[in-house]
């Protein structure tokens, strides 16, 4: 995410844009997706009845309100955190977490299976959430509900050996017991994204309760009522309500409070903002991870299947209209086989159906706000100008709704563009030919990012090469970027400035806890003893010494 898309309060319409009878605009191509008959809206998914219950509990002495970008028209009044409400909820989560803590981990997984069962059990009432605070297409925000389902599986499942006490050699074999602990830390501070708000907020603090942890969150306020349903459904699942807490506001006035307070922050978000988080962190010696911008890299080689590449790059640059921090924003393909890629991508991008109805059939859905959209138009235009070529999209569309926009194809960047080396965060994609491999790895790790890449290739032994010379936390073969996200037992996360810290796997949930070492010693110290003096002592020990080595002890 760039620091231009950090968490705010959205600048939107009062009133819905005009929609059905507005035509189309000059250059436009993509179709609009027809609106299934009786399709739910947002009056009838969010109801006071429904804010009524997602909001009980939440700590918040103001009030404020959050919109969908699909028309601008308000949603919600929710309730806005003070410094001092922050306070008060990292308060009642510290008394909260020792009776969580003390909970064997077997009953904490539990939770999690439940909480598995229901959300799928109600996807429907989350998804139409999702798609009124993001403006996704609906398969995207399924999107989110797989992979928060296949986190709650797998630290149900795995969450009592990751945390298992461990047996170690001690520094003398059989006189000196050691044991590992792992401790939960106390209280979580996290700070989530307006991008996936159900995956970026809930997803990451499975791990964290199941540890034993209470977590305050600070979601973004426009996409708050998606993490405060999960939070309802946790706690149906057994999750004692006051473990998991919710404190909503600015970013800038509520998330250092979160900082302040936590145990361990977990933050995702813009570069900028987390080097900030990073440093609040770190003046209190707090640990913190950190998940942070892109601007990844597709390598299409000369021996991909053409079609198969094309088809996967539609999935790789405009999910989520390109509002993923895993998106695909450079597409670098071999020359001898550019043109004919390019004619297929083009095809397939152009062919996309937009649409902004609760229901399955839009192939891509709307930018969530006004920065978006400003950030997208800026970096297609100023290309253009300075002799970049159109091939999809490059059109903004208020027949459909205020904020969105095609999805475009641009050939003949160069830098100083912008859009070139600076994370776009939104449906645009630019592509690049090259010749020789070595030269497109060093290109596609020519950026301060690392946080995913792609390569397409016949040829799997080449692509496992070219991957382990990509430097980015995740490498997808033949597709984008869900393989390896959705591969939970491997670590997730980003290098150079993409990134601190993994999510998923052991790293995952380790993080979210304390190492503690238990040592025992047995029938004599680890001193003189037994009438030795000091050299007698010392002698003993370097001969003990010499011997574990050649019994190659570790």
Known sequence: MTDSQAPAALSVPDAPAAKGGAAAPAGATNPVAPAPAGVRTATDVVTPEVVARLTRGVVGSGRTANHTPFTGERLAELPESTPEDVAEAFTRARAAQTAWAATPVKARAAVLLRFHDLVLQRQSEVLDLIQLETGKARLHAHEEVQAVAVAARHYGRKAASYLRAKRHTGVVPTLTKVTELRQPRGVVGQIAPWNYPLELSVGDALPAFVSGNAVVMKPDTETALTALWARDLLIEAGLPAEVFQVVLGEGPVVGPEVVKHADYVSFTGSTRTGRE????????????????????????????????????????????????????????????????????????????????????????GSLVGDRQLETVTKHVEEAVAKGARLVAGGVARPDIGPLFYEPTILDGVEAPMAVCSEETFGPVVSVYRFTDEDEVIELANGTPYGLNSSVWTKDSRRGHAVAARLRTGTVNINEGYAPAYGSVQSPMGGMKDSGLGRRHGSEGILKYTEAQTVAQQRLMPLAPSFGMDDEKYAAVMSLSLKAMKALRLR
């Open 277 to 364: 988080v990073a440093q609040g962190a770190a003046a209190r010696l707090v640990g913190v991870s950190l998940e942070l911008g892109g601007k990844n890299a597709m390598l299409v080689l000369k021996d991909a299947d053409i079609e198969k590449a094309a088809a996967g790059a539609v999935r790789a640059c405009f999910s989520s209209a390109g509002q993923l921090c895993i998106s695909i924003e450079r597409l670098y393909v071999h020359e001898s086989i550019a043109d004919a890629f390019l004619d297929r991508f083009a095809a397939r991008t152009k062919a996309m159906r937009l649409g902004s109805s609760l229901a399955y059939g839009a192939d891509m």
